[in-house]
Structures are given as structure tokens and as C-alpha cells.
């Protein structure tokens, strides 16, 4: 391997999953800039991310630790300026670094958490200020309200995390904020016309947050970020740097602009195959979600897992695919920019994503505490010039890996504490250790979730907090996850090996950072 170190652009989605690209085999939806990638270089195919939600994968592909150590166990919590990340070691050691598009460390919005602090009780004294939690963060102070208006709507304090330069985008859709927000509203001052299910298109779509924007192409945030990877690499000159080009889409709502919004009918897509089983019973906490949308309860226009019939499913996928054409010819035109700087031979591309979606399989749509692949498993493409082209991985990766490869291949030890494992030498995990934790009640699971799953190549099994049920499935016979073997006295032995396994990620993800001082 050559000695020079090389610059890095790894391009990040909001919520794809790992099936909805040409080269992981979607046999509709043409990505052929990101399958050029693949093309070049390694597709990891068994790829997992360390929790299916995004603030904290996000974090977790910032440091490279597990959600219950870098403190973002759920969507909500910051990620503290005190955590180390990767970028902060690239930073140190010379490179420039360069953050354009959506980061989503710190919160989005203003409105109040879920969970709420204990009710004070008569003749008790409750501390205030730093005291208030286990560790002295305060969380509410402005250097963690960058994200939210109004400070949302300019620059942010640098370096963030790690970055010298960012161009933020905050929110979904196409009413996003940040540095994007100020940007399109100079080129439209009256854009807020065009924004939102109030000001779309006439369409006859009946999905759930399926929304015909009227904001054209060339000021839709795909397009923003675009731009201004460009721009930055006209400018960048010398090397190395870091350049992470962030997209929100396909997140929720399908709303693809202009062309992208009828690139592809409901009717050519995949039926999911949970449509298709006659006699598959969904687990309690996947029932409770299809009850629920079926009294007319199901929070249609928020951020967590919902029933769906088969047209929703087949409509949201044909909109999905749309949004991720949108953004493949973005990622063409940044490739074409670093063509065009002439540093292509000394670049290393990655491209991934901080979870999936359901888009309709177990008759589901969007993300939550059901962790079956389609939103635990991402895709992960690794481009390098001096590497093998054209090389397919099977073998178990994670989100965490991907800041311990990058340092791996700039030859930048990691800090301690580090979980992450590069992945250069090819997979060295044999399973996926997965958190989830979110504030918003399940309405299978009486309260807040938790989750905590194991994958290897054969087996997935999941434990939920204060529940006496779980999941397992033998992803060899029952892929599409059908078949609960919880119970199942033929699979005990399997189900035994693999909470002992668990119980043994549990204890390799204790902290191990602060490096011991001294003997004692």
C-alpha cells in the first residue's frame, strides 16, 4: 500500500437501507455514479449499523463507540463536545477537514423531550444547574442548540466536532434549515411558498407523508449539497483533507423534487413479503403497531414505525427511489469534481448510511424499536486507488468500523477507547452487537423501548427491556424474518448460544476508556 496519505470523501444518507441501491441488486432504481463506486472498489454486503435511528449511529460513526458509551442512546441527546471523534484525529494530524449537509449531533428542534425528571417530593431537596444529571454537561447551553433555530439559520462555532468548515443542513424534507435555509431563501425570497404539504403538488399518492413538493430541482438540499461539495473541492487544493457530503434524504417525507418525483411507479416495485405470507403472525410489539394504525391511532405524521397497506408500501418506495436517483446524480457531480481537481488517483470514497426503513416490509413504514434488517443493515462502499476493485465483503460490518478504517488507511493510531475495527484486512467481527433506545412510549412495549440484538451470518436475536418474549430467526431459511423461533424447542440450543454471545458483547462494550493512571 503506498505510504501517502490520502484524502477521504465519504458521502452519508439519511435513512437508506442497504437493498435500495443497483449494486446491492435493486432490480429497478438506477444508481449508476454510487454502482461506478462499488465498480472501483469493495461492497461490504452484511454492513450493520450500531443503532437504527440517527442520532445515535451518527454518533457512534463520529467516535467509533457504541451508543451506551459515547452517552446518545436515543434521538434527543446530544452528542457532548467533550467526546473525541474521528475527525478530530484526521484534524490533528494535518488534515483539513469539511462537513456539507446534514450532521444531526445535536437536536433539530425546540420542543421538549418525552421523558420528564421525577416529580419533586414534599420536604426533599433537589439540586439544580450541573448537578442535575450524573455528569457535570449541561446540554441546554448554546453550544449544543446549533442545530435549532434560530441559531440553526447561520454558521455554526468552528471547529464542530472536529470540522473547520461547515455548511449545515437541518431538518427533512424540503423545509430544512441551516446554512441551507439562509442560501435558498437569498435565491427565492419567497420560497415559503413552495415549502410543505400545504403548498404541494396535485398528486394522487395515498401514503402517509407522500408530499409533491413545489420547490424546483436546483434549490432542493440534495442539490444545495452538491453545490457546495463542489465548490469546496474547486477550492481545496492541496491535500489531504476530509470531506464528509451529508444528504437527508431519502428520509421521510417522500417528497423527491421535479423529475425524480414519477422516476419510478408504485407498480414496478417489490411487494414486500410480509404481503405475501399467509400465515405469518406478527411479533406483540409489530402487531400493536398494525392495530394501532387500524383504530386511527398511528402518529401518521411522525418519526417512528407505522402500519402500512400495500399501496402505501409500494407508493413509498417508488418515492424513495426517486429521492436516491436525486442523489446519485449528486454524488456524479462531486466525483466529477474531484476528476476535475485531479486528486481522484489519491481519494479514498466511502459511501453509507445511518439506518434503513421499513418501506413496507412486515407491513410496516419508517424506523423503530422492530430491529429486522431492513433498517439495521446499511450499505457500505469503499473506493480506494490503491485497493482491490470490483470485491464484494460478506462478512459482519458495523457503522463503528468506518472511523477506525479511515484512521487505519491515513496511518492515525486511534484514541483509546475506540470499538471500532478496520476493516482494510477485510471483517473482523463475526456478529453485529445492536442498541436501540428511544423516548416516545411503543405501543407494544407499555413504555420507552429498549432494544438490544445480536446478528451473526446465520441468526438474529433480540432482547427487549421487561419483556418476557423475544425475536429470533434463522436468517438462512426465514431471510425475510417471518418466522419467530423464540419459542421454537428446535432452536433452543441456538437461541442459548446466542444470549450467551450477547451476554458477551454486553461485557466487551464496558468502557475502557480512561486509560488506569496509575496501580492504585
Known amino acids: 500500500m503506498n505510504d501517502r496519505r490520502p484524502s477521504f ?247 423527491p423534487s421535479g423529475r425524480y418525483w414519477d422516476a419510478y411507479r408504485p407498480e414496478d416495485m417489490p411487494v414486500p413479503a410480509a404481503f405475501e405470507c399467509n400465515d405469518w403472525t406478527p411479533p406483540p410489539h409489530v402487531a400493536a403497531l398494525h392495530r394501532e394504525r387500524e383504530e386511527g391511532e398511528a402518529a401518521l405524521r411522525g418519526m417512528n414505525s407505522i402500519g402500512c397497506t400495500l399501496q402505501e408500501a409500494l407508493e413509498a418506495r417508488a418515492l424513495t427511489c426517486g429521492m436516491i436517483e436525486m442523489i446519485d446524480a449528486a454524488v456524479a457531480r462531486v466525483l466529477a469534481a474531484l476528476d476535475r481537481s485531479g486528486g481522484a488517483g489519491s481519494t479514498v470514497v466511502a459511501f453509507t448510511s445511518d439506518h434503513g426503513d421499513h418501506l413496507g416490509d412486515h407491513g410496516l413504514l419508517l424506523k423503530g424499536a422492530e430491529p429486522y434488517r431492513e433498517i439495521t443493515r446499511v450499505p457500505l462502499v469503499w473506493a480506494d486507488p490503491n485497493g482491490p476493485s470490483g470485491a464484494t465483503e460478506d462478512g459482519i460490518a458495523q457503522t463503528l468500523d468506518i472511523p477506525a478504517t479511515i484512521l487505519e488507511r491515513a496511518r492515525i493510531e486511534p484514541f483509546h477507547g475506540m470499538q471500532g475495527r478496520s476493516l482494510l484486512a477485510g471483517p473482523a467481527r463475526d456478529a453485529a452487537f445492536i442498541q436501540y433506545d428511544h423516548q416516545r412510549p411503543h405501543p407494544g412495549l407499555g413504555g420507552p423501548p429498549r432494544v438490544h440484538t445480536l446478528v451473526d451470518r446465520r441468526w438474529r436475536l433480540s432482547v427487549f427491556e421487561g419483556q418476557d418474549w423475544g425475536e429470533l430467526y434463522d436468517l438462512e431459511a426465514d431471510p425475510d424474518e417471518l418466522r419467530n423461533l423464540w419459542d421454537d424447542p428446535a432452536a433452543a440450543g441456538d437461541k442459548a448460544r446466542m444470549i450467551e454471545r450477547l451476554l458477551r458483547e454486553e461485557i466487551a462494550a464496558v468502557d475502557r476508556s480512561p486509560f488506569p493512571t496509575a496501580r492504585a
Open 9 to 255: 470523501i465519504l458521502f452519508v444518507t439519511d435513512q437508506q437501507r442497504a437493498d435500495h441501491l443497483g449494486c446491492y441488486g435493486h432490480p429497478v432504481l438506477r444508481t449508476p455514479a454510487i454502482d461506478g463506486l462499488a465498480r472501483r472498489g469493495v461492497r461490504y454486503d452484511n454492513c450493520h449499523v450500531a443503532s437504527p435511528v440517527c442520532m445515535p449511529n451518527r454518533a457512534s460513526l463520529m467516535t467509533g463507540r457504541m451508543p451506551s458509551l459515547h452517552g446518545v442512546r436515543m434521538n434527543g441527546i446530544p452528542l457532548s463536545t467533550d467526546a473525541v471523534t474521528f475527525v478530530d484525529l484526521l484534524r490533528d494530524a494535518g488534515y483539513r477537514t469539511a462537513l456539507i449537509g446534514k450532521s444531526h449531533l445535536q437536536n433539530f428542534t425546540g420542543q421538549p423531550a418525552y421523558d420528564e425528571p421525577r416529580p419533586e417530593r414534599s420536604g426533599f431537596h433537589r439540586a439544580g444547574g450541573a448537578l442535575v444529571e450524573a455528569s457535570r454537561q449541561d446540554f441546554r447551553a448554546p453550544a449544543y442548540r446549533q442545530g435549532a433555530p434560530p441559531t440553526g439559520l447561520g454558521s455554526v462555532a468552528l471547529p464542530f466536532y472536529g470540522f473547520d468548515h461547515v455548511e449545515l443542513v437541518t431538518g427533512h424534507g424540503d423545509a430544512c434549515g441551516g446554512d441551507y435555509g439562509r442560501w435558498v431563501r437569498e435565491r427565492e425570497p419567497g420560497v415559503e411558498r413552495l415549502l410543505g404539504a400545504g403548498n404541494q403538488l396535485a398528486h394522487d399518492y395515498v401514503c402517509p407523508q407522500a408530499v409533491r413538493t413545489a420547490l424546483p430541482e436546483a434549490l432542493y438540499p440534495t442539490s444545495y449539497i452538491a453545490d457546495r461539495a463542489v465548490s469546496w473541492l474547486d477550492a481545496a487544493g492541496g491535500e489531504p483533507y476530509f470531506l464528509m457530503v451529508s444528504f437527508p434524504d431519502p428520509h421521510h417525507p417522500f417528497n
